[in-house]
């Protein structure tokens, strides 16, 4: 890792350059006073001290909607469509990279998705130090996700009048080819960073009531809780909260075909195991049919499934879902009641030991 300096004055210079060399180029623009990934065509769009974006760059990995092959149904023969373009991916926040790297994880676990690992492949991860919460609804500090992983090619900081741009990787350094908008930091700008990046902490509250290590087996003790009756007494079913989390993964595939039955494609495209239909098997079979169990489905996956199965959690604390959610169904609120559940739990048994104990003793 090395570290270089750049005035904000010479953004605009960058992202140019990059455009010249014919880098498909995204970030974070304002659209309808909201955030969203776009690609931008003028530096003038992006915003790298944005909020919370309404979909994460997930979007540019995974696509809502992609065609996997072409075939023919009477000859039998198909043909892989994998498209990766070279693309800059800029002003990611911690928590999206957290979310990145449970991604490659995922898609590279066992048989590798070609599609994904294509667009990963061509994907270089521009990734900006959090210094104040992005939204209310946010909890990284607590899930650990305030920090970036090893996985950014570059790594933007704000020093006010500069970047601190740190380099991760042989692709970040490539970025920086050719451009004179960067130069190398003195042992004062060692210093401001240090001070950055040191004085932030204090403005993340944690909001988890316990530890994100004990998420795990806190939820392993709550299979039967109330608390899933009450949230599936709440949920509409309409899957908001997967669609805009970053770390979500489900989906489905359809084969579409011409008129003439004989040219066609397969689409794979976003599903969410929050919608009835999701669980339904051959026979007609649904073995999640309750919103109380897709309820409890779906915070199992963030809180230890997810862990289990890759070592990493499968919430980042990005507070996507509680900002989507129209009857305010939380992560933060979940996990906090049934650590609070499990607290008086343990509480009644000790205290009903202790009665056992001193009737014994009289």
């Given at each position: 890792m090395s570290l270089r300096i750049m005035p904000k004055s010479l953004l605009k210079?960058?992202?140019?350059?990059?455009?010249?060399?014919?880098?498909?180029?995204?970030?974070?623009?304002?659209?309808?006073?909201?955030?969203?990934?776009?690609e931008i065509h003028s530096a003038d769009e992006l915003v790298m001290d944005y909020p919370t974006s309404v979909l994460p760059p997930k979007k540019y990995l995974l696509p809502p909607r992609e065609r996997l092959f072409t075939f023919n149904a009477k000859t039998m023969e198909m043909q892989p469509d994998i498209q990766a373009v070279p693309t800059v991916i800029l002003g990611v926040h911690t928590c999206d990279m957290h979310a990145v790297a449970m991604?490659?994880?995922?898609?590279?676990?066992?048989?590798?998705?070609?599609?994904?690992?294509?667009?990963?492949?061509?994907?270089?991860?521009?990734?900006?130090?959090?210094?104040?919460?992005?939204?209310?609804?946010?909890?990284?500090?607590?899930?650990?996700?305030?920090?970036?992983?090893?996985?950014?090619?570059?790594?933007?900081?704000?020093?006010?009048?500069?970047?601190?741009?740190?380099?991760?990787?042989?692709?970040?350094?490539?970025?920086?080819?050719?451009?004179?908008?960067?130069?190398?930091?003195?042992?004062?700008?060692?210093?401001?960073?240090?001070?950055?990046?040191?004085?932030?902490w204090q403005h993340f509250p944690y909001r988890l009531e316990c530890d994100v290590t004990e998420l795990p087996d806190l939820l392993a003790l709550s299979q039967k809780s109330p608390l899933w009756d009450e949230l599936g007494e709440r949920c509409l079913a309409c899957g908001m909260c997967t669609k805009v989390c970053p770390t979500c993964y489900c989906f489905d595939v359809t084969d579409e075909i011409d008129l003439n039955l004989e040219h066609g494609e397969r689409i794979r495209q976003w599903d969410s195991c929050q919608i009835e239909k999701f669980a339904v098997v051959a026979g007609g079979h649904n073995f999640r049919s309750s919103r109380a169990l897709?309820?409890?489905?779906?915070?199992?996956?963030?809180?230890?499934?997810?862990?289990?199965?890759?070592?990493?959690?499968?919430?980042?604390?990005?507070?996507?879902?509680?900002?989507?959610?129209?009857?305010?169904?939380?992560?933060?609120?979940?996990?906090?009641?049934?650590?609070?559940?499990?607290?008086?739990?343990?509480?009644?048994?000790?205290?009903?030991?202790?009665?056992?104990?001193?009737?014994v003793q009289a």
């Amino acid at each position: 890792m090395s570290l270089r300096i750049m005035p904000k004055s010479l953004l605009k210079t960058w992202i140019k350059h990059l455009q010249s060399r014919h880098f498909k180029v995204v970030g974070p623009t304002e659209r309808f006073g909201q955030y969203v990934f776009e690609e931008i065509h003028s530096a003038d769009e992006l915003v790298m001290d944005y909020p919370t974006s309404v979909l994460p760059p997930k979007k540019y990995l995974l696509p809502p909607r992609e065609r996997l092959f072409t075939f023919n149904a009477k000859t039998m023969e198909m043909q892989p469509d994998i498209q990766a373009v070279p693309t800059v991916i800029l002003g990611v926040h911690t928590c999206d990279m957290h979310a990145v790297a449970m991604l490659d994880k995922v898609n590279n676990t066992g048989y590798a998705d070609q599609h994904y690992k294509a667009r990963r492949e061509a994907t270089y991860l521009v990734s900006v130090e959090c210094l104040t919460p992005c939204m209310e609804g946010s909890f990284c500090k607590s899930m650990g996700t305030l920090t970036v992983p090893e996985n950014y090619d570059l790594h933007f900081t704000d020093l006010g009048s500069d970047y601190a741009v740190e380099v991760g990787s042989e692709k970040g350094a490539a970025l920086l080819e050719g451009c004179s908008a960067f130069w190398e930091p003195s042992e004062a700008d060692y210093a401001r960073v240090d001070a950055v990046i040191g004085a932030k902490w204090q403005h993340f509250p944690y909001r988890l009531e316990c530890d994100v290590t004990e998420l795990p087996d806190l939820l392993a003790l709550s299979q039967k809780s109330p608390l899933w009756d009450e949230l599936g007494e709440r949920c509409l079913a309409c899957g908001m909260c997967t669609k805009v989390c970053p770390t979500c993964y489900c989906f489905d595939v359809t084969d579409e075909i011409d008129l003439n039955l004989e040219h066609g494609e397969r689409i794979r495209q976003w599903d969410s195991c929050q919608i009835e239909k999701f669980a339904v098997v051959a026979g007609g079979h649904n073995f999640r049919s309750s919103r109380a169990l897709r309820q409890r489905h779906r915070f199992m996956r963030k809180g230890k499934y997810q862990y289990e199965a890759f070592g990493l959690m499968g919430c980042v604390g990005c507070g996507r879902c509680a900002a989507s959610c129209l009857v305010h169904i939380t992560p933060v609120d979940t996990f906090n009641a049934l650590h609070r559940l499990r607290q008086a739990a343990q509480n009644g048994s000790a205290a009903e030991n202790t009665a056992s104990n001193q009737e014994v003793q009289a």
